[in-house]
């Protein structure tokens, strides 16, 4: 990380008194030595802060050519959901999507992303009555649940009619009373989806890892089927799996880079003045040595 040569430096010869009769906390100086210019110094809590804005600026999504100001767009608060993840996002450019949300400005129209309904401060209007950004993000994260739960069951009775398959009624209750797939329910739909080849992409679907039992429940399963129940996965939820030794044969795991340091125990040293194991007694007496 890049720390910046900014205002905030200052030159060590005229510091070094201040170093010495600093304020410090737990042991580090309020400035440090700047890591471009060493014979400088800079302020700790602002290089911090300077270099976080940096880092989010090096991550940061850019606008596409044309967008201009996001907030002239509105919402026309319709929604593609794209089964087979293959749309782009007008706004930033990213790419395999499965949602997008058509905005207008002026004649033009474009398809956003979710993350940039949640990023930027797009309004609309619904029967005359215009939304703030707010107001219309939560708007559309509704409409976003009900069009996902629409699909899913759209695609499993699809593949119910194409595959006379008795099991296949359960996942239809299964899903209509929890808006998930348990892993074994998702093995069973995933099969009929390969036989009646049905072409809308396993990942539509959430499936439940998080309990013990359903974790347990993957790890009973067939390899056959685990590889199946396996691309629906997110990241997380493979990795927590593999951690338990559940990952089909031959799948590769990519561990996450961004661990977090081991944690250190600090002893304090022991106190100067014992615990009393006892109730201390006072003694009152006036002792006499002889002088009047």
């Given amino acids: 990380?890049?720390?910046?040569?900014?205002?905030?430096?200052?030159?060590?010869k005229n510091c070094a008194g201040v170093i010495e009769d600093s304020v410090t906390l737990r042991g580090r100086p309020w400035l440090r030595p700047c890591r471009s210019h060493p014979q400088?110094?800079?302020?700790?809590?602002?290089?911090?802060?300077t270099a976080r804005e940096h880092a989010l600026v090096q991550n940061r999504y850019t606008l596409c050519d044309g967008v201009g100001n996001p907030q002239d767009w509105s919402y026309t608060w319709q929604i593609s959901d794209d089964v087979s993840l293959s749309s782009d996002c007008g706004f930033c450019g990213r790419n395999t999507l499965r949602f997008t949300y058509e905005v207008t400005?002026?004649?033009?129209?474009r398809w956003i992303c979710?993350?940039?309904?949640?990023?930027?401060?797009?309004?609309?209007e619904i029967d005359g009555d215009v939304m703030g950004p707010k107001a219309a993000r939560a708007y559309a994260h509704g409409l976003t649940a009900r069009l996902k739960?629409?699909?899913?069951?759209?695609?499993?009775?699809?593949?119910?009619?194409?595959?006379?398959?008795?099991?296949?009624?359960?996942?239809?209750?299964?899903f209509d009373r929890n808006l998930q797939l348990s892993p074994l329910h998702a093995a069973k739909l995933f099969a009929a989806m390969v036989q009646a080849g049905e072409e809308t992409n396993a990942?539509?679907?959430e499936i439940q890892t998080r309990s013990n039992a359903h974790q347990q429940e993957f790890g009973a399963l067939p390899d056959s089927e685990r590889t199946l129940v396996w691309i629906a996965l997110s990241p997380q939820q493979r990795r927590r799996l593999a951690s338990l030794?559940?990952?089909?044969?031959?799948?590769?795991?990519?561990?996450?880079?961004?661990?977090?340091?081991?944690?250190?125990?600090?002893?304090?040293?022991?106190?100067?003045?014992?615990v009393l194991s006892e109730v201390a007694a006072i003694d009152l007496t006036v002792k006499d040595d002889g002088n009047q």
């Fill in 1 to 12: 990380m890049v720390w910046p040569d900014s205002d905030f430096m200052l030159d060590a």
């Fill in 40 to 49: 400088k110094w800079i302020s700790r809590s602002e290089g911090i802060q």
């Fill in 105 to 109: 400005h002026g004649p033009e129209t």
């Fill in 114 to 124: 979710q993350h940039c309904v949640s990023r930027y401060p797009v309004g609309g």
């Fill in 149 to 174: 739960q629409q699909t899913c069951s759209e695609v499993i009775r699809r593949v119910q009619a194409a595959v006379p398959d008795a099991t296949l009624e359960e996942v239809v209750v299964y």
């Fill in 203 to 205: 990942g539509v679907f």
């Fill in 245 to 274: 030794g559940f990952a089909p044969e031959g799948t590769l795991v990519r561990r996450n880079s961004g661990r977090k340091p081991p944690r250190v125990e600090i002893q304090l040293a022991a106190p100067r003045i014992p």
